[in-house]
């Protein structure tokens, strides 16, 4: 592993709270090694400016091996950067040149209201989920797991759809700011298992009203989110949503 | 009744009849195209298929209602999905760049939909005006369908408008035939590819084949 | 009942449960008082982290009809670290047919444990296993199947049966969605509340019980009182210790240490496992390592050079002139040695000036021979996410160039000392998952971590809070309540003592030469003379902390410096006591090795007369000599014997 160090500019989105408008600031940071993560480069900057007393910027971020769905951010107009089904913490800086101008800001979209710097509230995602993104089991229900076999092929799918982060890239590169990627995973992984057809019906529909509580975009069929997705997940799963939602609304027993 | 109001207001709900009626009007494109390709068989022919339409008043006034509420629904629908989509981002992105493997965004007729829309609506609005109010050009008492046809193609405000937007309907429809497919959820890995062709190919087919009127006026008349 | 004679320790009541180990569990059931169903609704239960173990406990005791507050660090329950599991989850079900048994699950654990984990919990961990996987699949968890449909299992180390449950390379996060979701439900159903970004700095103790916790709102900086009748921690490991981990950056040991400054002891803190299979240290601004499925040396060769400072690229370096050191040293198990031996033995190569890498601090991984026996295609199909994700870590190809790797701390035996009912030292305080010490012993089993959060979650604490709750009476509570109000200022008074230092160094310099020390002298080889010297420095360095630490911003609103601070001081104190449980476990055994106490051959020497007990130790304050409190560990079942993978 040989090292390489590049100099960068980095115009950042700076906003002290979800009140006040925010504005970009740039730092010029040098020597940064081209082995260290996206991450780990905000890192540096981030002890050099409380080195300076100044406050340092903020982001979310946990496990950095790219599974929490903690981190994310607009890279040069790109969700978690130029790297296709990459997170931004496993980005690295051997895929920048030196002397880059970087510019980065926060996911932007009205449900995901900006709480400080780069890090934005998720939670809209966390009620999609509380609307009806479950199998209705209770502990010690179970029988035992063998009893329903699995098409394997639905399980993989299952698996493809499972597989979402939940990071927010999508909604972030949408330019409608559409959760429709996010909502459908669930919604396809839980159609696609026996387990969870009980309730698919019910379960559509509530998860789509809340979605549309929570002021998300519509869906255009554009692709960027399929594109942004660190987790590879697929535009399939959104016609397959788009089949449960039309087959729950004709079938479904409301007035 | 509720659960209609509720499927419709839906985000999904709108797109479902952004599709059935943008299919439809595809659906209506073709006919308009059949009919108008009897210009090229000879004026004796077209004028009897014109002549044979307009005398059907009770089918006229059904179809043209019809037609004038798919596209209005159409069109609502486009202006409030616009209007939410815009307010599902409020401030926008210092750089926006696409991650779908090409740098020229600005080259997908999705990012157009609006505009394209915009422009077809525009042409549309001409079209009316010119062939079916003959407000603009009105032309002398008992024209033949046939010559009425040949002198407003060759009309020069005409024959640009119409040769611009007829491809931008391409354009527009373009993405719009096969998105259809895809809101309705009709849409599954193995046909994916078929109905993206069918989608390029018919915008392809309509922008050729409408195009093909003001140039055969103009060149051929 | 209890196992610990008086003359060892008059404390610890592990409430074990007499009769055969196989009846135990159900005896301890049948013994539990119960809470009537319709008085559940009447008391409030705090579940502190929403990982496997947490997020399992808060669905299920929502589920039965507690109300339930659910707090985590992070802006979701669905983000905890147990969602970086990779490999699986293990499970006696015997679904491939080739000899699995409850029995043998039980015995792989206390042996793997290196005969220092409690039986009777071992046991229990083994009998609910089942149940979990049963659980996760009626929850949607996509479990991989065979072409029929069914259940597919594979093999992992320190077992010979195939009992392993898997949903690709991302168990974990697939148990962990299943535990959330079942969360979000009761959410749903009104009966859990959660508390994102909030951390928990201190609990409430009343009339001796833990009635609550203070938390910091981490947008606001708000510091908010939480009261409730029992407080369940699942806070997860302390591996960050190390400032290098496998851990999410995240994960600390602040809540489980302020409940042992405040009574609860702490179990074992010296057992550590340090996984062989980590990407390695590139530079100092490194945040963190990345740990490579174990499953990589079935078919990966392990060497360095045989000589030293050998700077040649690997391919130049011919096959008599690479030392294959676990093939020479452990003929039998070769490349599969268990974590703990593999580990030690990469050490050795580089301290002796054989590792590679600038640093020095690396051997190969290599298939190359792999490759050429079975074809790059076979390799991919079998590896191919995880070559891309080292190519994308480090930029080079594992195809061509051998992989390097590194050990590094992965996950923490020791824990809070907890009895057979997951309670700690304080009545109404529970500790679960990797949180408590009970299940691994000295070193933990390949998926056995996220068997054992699941099984404490689901299965165990929804049936033994209640004994508790049971047991006792409530005195209504206000946060006006004198013990409410000191646990509030005591955080807040440790904030604002960290706000007014105004020194010159970052929270996360101080973290970073706290983990060097660590690294140091109680990494994978401690001496005495080492962990002297760990003690002392650990203890001049929390002076200069508190002299020369920097932050800048407010308490009042998003400070991830201040956040940083708080867990880097909590690190401070806790350090000291995992080089005091070092130094006072005089033997080698699991993830403990004592360089003192080894065989001819470097391998691993346990004092089973003197040591086969938990060290649990009780706070005595900052910078005094904790007490110790043996629980005397007994062997009936799995009768003690020297591991050995020659």
Redesign the interface.
Known sequence: MSHETINLTLKIWRQPNAEVEGRFEEYKLEGVSTHASFLEMLDILNDELIEEGKEPVAFDHDCREGICGMCGMMINGQAHGPDNETTTCQLHMRRFQHNDKITIEPWRATAFPVIKDLVVDRSAFDRIITAGGYVSVNTGNAPDANTIPIPRKDQQKAMDAASCIGCGACVAACKNASAMLFTSAKVSQLALLPHGKSERGERVLKMVAKMDEEKFGSCTNTGECEAACPAGISLDNIARMNREYLKATLCSTES | MNWLIRALSSSLGKKYVMGITGLLLCGFLITHLAGNLLLFVGAEEFNHYAHTLHEQKALLAVAEVGLFVLFVAHLILAVVTTWENKSARKQDYDVNQSKQGTPLLTFFPHNWMWITGVIVLGFILLHLVDFRLGIRNPGPEGEEPFDKAVRLLRDPITFCAYIAGVIVLGFHLSHGFSSAFQSLGLSHPKYNKFIKCAGTSFAVIVAVGFASFPLWAVLFQ | MAIAEPSISNILDSKIPDGPIEDKWDKCKFDLKLVNPSNKRKFNIIVVGTGLAGG?AA??LG?LGYNVKSFCI??????A?S??AQGGINAA?N?PNDGDSIWRLFYDTVKGGDFRSREANVYRLAQVAN?I???????????????????MNRSFGGAQVSRTFY??G?T???LL?GA???L??Q??AGKVN?Y?RREMLDVIIIDGKARGIITRNL?TGEFETHIADAVVLATGGYGNAWYLSTN???SNVTAAWRCHKKGAFFANPCFTQIHPTCIPR??D????L??MSESLRNDGRVWVPKRKDDNRPAKDIPDNERDYYLERRYPSFGNLAPRDIASRAAKLECDKGHGV??TGQAVYLDFRDAIARDGEDVVRSKYGNLFH?YK?????DPYHVPM?IYPAVHYTMGGLWVDYHLQTTIPGLYALGEANFSDHGANRLGASALMQGLADG??VI?YTIGDHLARHSFEKITEDHDACREALENAKGRVNKIMSIGG?R?P??FHKELGGILWDYVGMERTKAGLETAIEKVQGLRSEFWEDL?I??KNE??N??LEKAGRVADYMEFAELIATDALNREESCGGHFRSEHQTADNEAMRHDDEFAYVAAWEFNGVGEKPSLHKEQLEFKNVPLATRSYK
């Open positions: 399992a669905a299920t589920e992070q802006d979701s329950p669905r983000r670290h969602i970086a079900k679904y149940n996987i049963d659980q996760c699949t009626a929850q949607g968890v996509p479990f991989a199947r065979e072409y029929g449909g069914y259940l949903c690709r991302q974990g996060q697939q969605l959330y979701q079942s979000m439900r959410v749903s959660i994102s947008v999410g950056n995240g590139s530079g601004y490194q945040s963190k990345t740990l890498n600038d994700m994308k870590i480090t930029g080079d390097q689901y299965f929804p010159n970052t996360n310099q920097k800048v911003g609103e998003l991830q410096v």
